[in-house]
């Protein structure tokens, strides 16, 4: 009898171990993956700093965290309103928390367009593995943004035709005193520049050719100043032809001096 039974124990021991060997891996597999629940995103949340008093034009922040028991990658689709842009998404890299969970958060700009009531709403985060997972949505966040130069509490609109009303008086008196400043100084810039215009000596034909004769004198002797003949370009060139002006140019600025022929041109067009 022992030995029959040895025998067909010695036949099933290779049956018992590779049993036990495909148990002992079927184990590994399924603790080396993760259970759903592992993959699952436990919480999600927004926040807005609603105490603020908007208006139109601010730029707002609104952070949203993901939490999860294992380190995911996700995705956010942010949630919107047709008057708040967005501007922009920052991602920050994934950490954990004190309780050993993992978060993805993200922070995302808005500017607002308008004032009333805003809901930003219709936002979601998935897995980035697989995008047509069962998506997180996030709760709406609402809140107010005012008229610019109010405060009010709703989103009734701003009210300045009283005001307008009641100030209308002193916005025509500002515009009258504007207006008149204005004509004041006009006059008097006009009777001063009408004084300086009288007060310039008029140069005549004559006071042209004595100039002319004394650079064409300096030139000859050779101790011409060349500030006097700048100044003779620049207070006359309208009277002088184009070769002149270009002989002028040549003896202030060249290291050639066309004295000769500069002296027989003032000579011809000033003095004789």
Same mark, same amino acid.
């Given at each position: 009898m022992k030995q029959e039974a040895r025998s067909v124990f010695?036949?099933?021991?290779?049956?018992?171990?590779?049993?036990?060997?495909?148990?002992?891996?079927?184990?590994?597999?399924?603790?080396?993956?993760?259970?759903?629940?592992? %993959?699952?995103?436990? !919480?999600?949340?927004?926040?807005?700093?609603?105490?603020?008093?908007?208006?139109?034009? %601010?730029?707002?922040?609104?952070?949203?965290?993901?939490?999860?028991?294992?380190?995911?990658?996700?995705?956010?689709?942010?949630?919107?309103?047709?008057?708040?842009?967005?501007?922009?998404? #920052?991602?920050?890299?994934i950490n954990q928390n004190e309780e050993g969970l993992f978060q993805n958060q993200w922070i995302v700009l808005y500017q607002i367009g308008r004032s009333g009531s805003l809901v930003l709403e219709g936002g979601?985060?998935?897995?980035?593995?697989?995008?047509?997972?069962?998506?997180?949505?996030?709760?709406?966040?609402?809140? !107010?943004?005012?008229?610019?130069?109010?405060?009010?509490?709703?989103?009734?609109?701003?009210?300045?035709?009283?005001?307008?009303?009641? %100030?209308?008086?002193?916005d025509f008196f500002g515009i009258v005193a504007l207006v008149a400043i204005g004509i004041t100084v006009y006059l008097n810039f006009h009777y001063f520049s009408s004084r300086r215009i009288k007060r310039m000596p008029?140069?005549?034909?004559?006071?042209? #050719?004595?100039?002319?004769? #004394?650079? #064409?004198?300096?030139?000859?002797?050779?101790?011409?100043?060349?500030?006097?003949?700048?100044r003779f370009l620049l207070d006359y060139q309208s009277k002088c032809s184009d070769r002149l002006v270009a002989l002028i140019e040549a003896t202030l600025y060249s290291r050639k001096l066309p004295i000769d022929e500069l002296t027989r041109h003032l000579k011809k067009e000033f003095t004789e």
């Open positions: 010695m036949h099933l021991k290779p049956a018992f171990i590779s049993a036990i060997f495909a148990l002992v891996l079927t184990s590994l597999a399924f603790s080396d993956t993760p259970s759903r629940d592992d %993959n699952a995103i436990l !919480n999600v949340e927004s926040r807005l700093d609603t105490s603020r008093s908007y208006v139109p034009g %601010n730029i707002i922040e609104l952070a949203v965290i993901a939490t999860g028991r294992s380190y995911l990658d996700l995705s956010l689709q942010p949630p919107v309103h047709p008057h708040a842009r967005l501007l922009e998404i #920052q991602p920050f890299p979601s985060i998935v897995l980035s593995a697989e995008p047509k997972s069962e998506a997180k949505i996030l709760p709406e966040i609402s809140f !107010n943004a005012a008229p610019i130069g109010k405060d009010p509490i709703g989103d009734s609109p701003e009210s300045w035709v009283d005001e307008a009303s009641s %100030n209308g008086f002193l008029e140069r005549s034909e004559t006071s042209v #050719q004595a100039i002319a004769c #004394q650079l #064409q004198e300096g030139l000859e002797k050779g101790d011409f100043k060349p500030e006097v003949l700048e």
